[in-house]
Each structure stands twice: as C-alpha cells, then as structure tokens.
C-alpha cells in the first residue's frame, strides 16, 4: 500500500538544525509532488512548502524561506526537510504528505506518521 | 495569501445528526481547489474532500463538500461516533497552500 514512513523524533537546542526523512514506497514516486507541514502542540496545521519528486522544483511559504531546504533522493524514493535557526517556536509534529491528482499545487492523500520536534534548551 | 477563514469553532452535536461546516476564503478559489481533511488527537489528518467536492478514495458517501468562489461548505449527513474529530480546510489554487483554523465536532 502507498506509505509515508519518516524518520524518528528529534531534540535540538535553540540554534540548531534539524533534518527530517520521508520515505516513499507503494506507488510511482516520479508522478507526485511531495509537501512538509507542521503542527505546533495543540494548533492548526502550517505548510512549510513543497518538493518535486526529481527535486529540480522547490517552493516554500515565505515565513520559512530563509530557514527551510527541501531535497528529494529519487534512488530512495525519499525527501528531506532541513530547518536551520531553531527556536521553541519550532517546536511541533512535522509531516510529510504526498499530493492526490499529481499536479504541483495539490491536496494531500497520504501522510507520514508525524515526526516530533521539540527544541528546548 | 489566501486567508481561510472557518466556522464555527466549534460544533456540538448528537450521534445522528447533521452537521454543517463552513470554510470562507479572503479571495476567489478558483477551479474549486479546496479540500478538507479529518484529524483525531494523535493522528495525521485524512483528506476526506478535494476539488471541492470530490470524495478522496474509501470516504464514505455520508460526507460531501460543496461551494464555489469563496464559501465552501463540509456536510456530514449523519455523525457516526467516529466522525467527531477536528476539521480543516486546505486551499490548493496557488503557493502558499494555506488552511483554516478548524472547526471542532464534539459530542453534545
């Protein structure tokens, strides 16, 4: 079946970065876009931005453009997400998802099992 | 950007009931690109809804989504106990992919 799996969760101190893994398996990763969201303990869900399964085609949301890369590995069928600069602010659940009818702008139908981030001193 | 607007916060309902869910955009979500998602304490969201009104697979037939522009609208006909969870909408028309803040089903 189409999956998600991601890497397990993180600790970092303020200031540090973080890279976070998504594995794709179960359908053609050449044919989807792959997407990174986050969600803060007890909030809404934030869309960090978006990665081409080649990785030539990138976009993220202003709020973390200078902070945020996003690579692809089509050997692995995998996607990375690194954040630089962390504060307690970045502190949430990161997820992968995967978009549904394979345009760039999409919906997401299948989603990672959540990475948690906590950033504490 | 395209701010998402839902209401209400929160909706308290009986099992068997209807329930109705708003999702307003500050500006025209063309081609219906507006999707909406489930989530449960403790799970990743499911997509339920895309291009506004279409069932993602293995959705059952009891939730629908409609609405053009900028007002769209979640209906579940009947509420299962399963179906009392956190909703939100997701516009996918252009970058940044933006969601509302949800809307809250609980149990009355």
């Known amino acids: 079946q189409v999956q998600l799996m991601q890497s397990g969760a993180e600790v970092r101190m303020p200031g540090a970065s973080l890279k976070v893994s998504c594995k794709a398996s179960?359908?053609?990763?050449?044919?989807?876009?792959l997407y990174w969201v986050r969600q803060a303990p007890g909030q809404g869900l934030e869309w960090l931005g978006l990665?081409?399964?080649?990785?030539?085609?990138?976009s993220f949301a202003q709020k973390f453009h200078d902070r945020v890369t996003m690579t692809s590995d089509p050997s692995t069928s995998t996607v990375y997400m690194g954040l630089s600069s962390l504060t307690s602010e970045d502190t949430a659940i990161y997820y992968c998802?995967?978009?549904?009818?394979?345009?760039?702008?999409?919906?997401?139908?299948?989603w990672g099992q959540g990475t948690m981030v906590t950033v504490s001193s | 950007e395209i701010v998402l607007t839902q209401s209400p916060g929160t909706l308290s309902l009986s099992p068997g009931a209807r329930a109705t869910l708003s999702c307003r955009a500050s500006q025209s979500v063309s081609s219906n690109y507006l999707a909406w998602y489930q989530q449960k304490p403790g799970q990743a969201p499911r997509l339920l809804i895309y291009?506004?009104?279409t069932r993602a697979t293995g959705i059952p037939d009891r939730f629908s989504g409609s609405g053009s522009g900028t007002d769209f609208t979640l209906t579940i006909s009947r509420l299962e106990p399963e179906d009392f969870a956190v909703y939100y909408c997701q516009q996918n028309v252009r970058s940044p992919l933006t969601f509302g803040q949800g809307t809250k089903v609980e149990v009355k």
């Open positions: 998802a995967k978009g549904v009818t394979g345009d760039r702008v999409d919906a997401f139908d299948v």
């Open positions: 291009g506004a009104s």
């Open positions: 179960g359908y053609t990763f050449d044919s989807y876009y």
């Open positions: 990665i081409s399964p080649g990785g030539g085609d990138t």
